[in-house]
């Protein structure tokens, strides 16, 4: 159904998306991966945030379900990958995995698989930065699944079946036309080696 969505909407969904200003995201996330480190762009939508990734000079792969998004992405990004999340086989190859808004569309189960996939795919002392809706509700909403989450069960649902940590979380407003009153929830995770999950 989501897959669907964003393969016959995706044209839309890029022009409604590509300019919005995430700098603030930004400065608070990459200070934690060094100069030209490795970051896996989790549903990469629009291109965005890969786009500027890349022209940072880090090492980006795009990865991404929708067929139409992958398309688009091959024309302007250096290495897209047509897969499913909880598909992954990356095993420790990652300084960051990024996902904004991409895994919000995931019910407990998926979601829980998505995040082993995504510890399995981060080296030790990597970052996973995660942005979600803030609420409780779960269901459909025009034509796509969203689970919402709080900062306590977006905790709770990551460190359930991963040993990531959470090192800091804000939430932001929703700057899309059309959505003001509305926030998400930005958390920041780190997959310790041994001397860091002691100090953690």
Do not use: C
Not at 175 to 190: D, L, P, Q, T
């Amino acid at each position: 159904m989501v897959k669907d969505y964003y393969n016959k909407n995706a044209e839309d969904f890029i022009q409604r998306t590509l300019e919005l200003d995430m700098s603030d995201i930004y400065d608070w996330v990459l200070p934690g991966v060094e100069d030209g480190g490795r970051i896996l762009d989790v549903g990469f939508g629009s291109g965005r945030d890969s786009l500027y990734f890349s022209a940072m000079g880090y090492d980006v792969t795009s990865l991404d379900v929708s067929e139409r998004f992958v398309a688009i992405g091959r024309e302007r990004l250096d290495d897209v990958v047509l897969l499913d999340v909880r598909e992954m086989t990356y095993e420790e190859e990652f300084d960051l995995v990024w996902a904004n808004a991409s895994l919000l569309h995931f019910d407990e189960e998926d979601f829980a698989e998505a995040i082993v996939r995504i510890e399995s795919s981060l080296q030790l002392g990597g970052w996973f930065y995660v942005s979600l809706k803030r609420g409780d509700f779960e269901g459909i909403r025009n034509g796509r699944f969203f689970k919402f989450y709080t900062q306590d069960t977006l905790v709770d649902a990551v460190t359930a079946v991963t040993s990531l940590v959470l090192i800091d979380y804000m939430e932001t407003e929703d700057s899309r036309e059309g959505h003001k009153g509305e926030y998400w929830v930005n958390a920041m995770f780190i997959k310790p080696d041994e001397d860091e999950a002691k100090e953690w």
